[in-house]
């Protein structure tokens, strides 16, 4: 049985090769612009909450207008999102409570980033990573597969699990990089259907094909 420091050396060398240079495929210029695009991210694709972020953020540029957007409006921007009217109703909130409450800056205080609507462990996780480059591992559902596959956490595995694991596995100043690496490569080589499996070198250790 091939020991984890190895089967963490395969990953991280195979990563390193595939995706050297790893990206956020969020689109954003200010700090509340990327926690609100990673709120709309949850079950729709990057490409998609970037149409309608362009449009969001162009239509309303600051926190004090998007705070007093019509709800409606917001609705019909965001109409392509997956539970489009429960997101509208976070960004309408999250911009109200970043204006009122703190100034226009978001907070770098977990506990209360986590108490804003919408917002959970995953995408404070992210945005703390993304924005201000604080060593996070986001698990979300590409980084859940591809762990799972390449036995880097068991199968049952609840994402919190899976999250401490990994930063158990991996060096902390390599989270963020390592995070971003599984995203892209769960999203476009190891998809959840039809994954690029006759391409990829680590075969050998994948539980998947197995």
């Not at 089967?7 to 495929?25: A, G, K, M, Q, T």
């Not at 309608?52 to 409006?73: M, Q």
């Not at 009217?85 to 909130?93: N, Q």
Request: aromatic share 10%.
């Amino acid at each position: 049985m091939l020991m984890m420091n190895n089967r963490v050396d395969l990953v991280s060398n195979y990563l390193d090769e595939l995706i050297p240079e790893p990206w956020c495929e969020l689109n954003f210029s200010k700090d509340y612009e990327l926690l609100i695009a990673i709120v709309l991210s949850a079950q729709t694709t990057d490409k998609r909450v970037n149409q309608v972020t362009s449009i969001l953020f162009s239509k309303y540029p600051d926190l004090n207008s998007l705070k007093n957007a019509d709800i409606e409006d917001i609705m019909v921007i965001l109409r392509s999102l997956g539970s489009f009217r429960k997101k509208s109703i976070y960004v309408l909130e999250i911009a109200r409570i970043l204006n009122d409450e703190y100034n226009g800056k978001v907070p770098l205080d977990r506990e209360i980033l986590e108490s804003f609507p919408g917002v959970g462990r995953k995408t404070v996780n992210v945005f703390l990573s993304e924005f201000y480059d604080i060593p996070e591992f986001a698990v979300d559902t590409h980084v859940e597969r591809v762990s799972k596959r390449f036995g880097l956490c068991y199968k049952n595995d609840d994402v919190y699990t899976i999250e401490s694991k990994l930063k158990r596995r991996f060096k902390q100043e390599e989270w963020g990089r390592r995070h971003k690496q599984l995203v892209l490569f769960g999203r476009y080589y190891c998809k959840a259907m039809k994954p690029e499996c006759d391409k990829c070198k680590l075969r050998d250790i994948c539980k998947y094909i197995k």
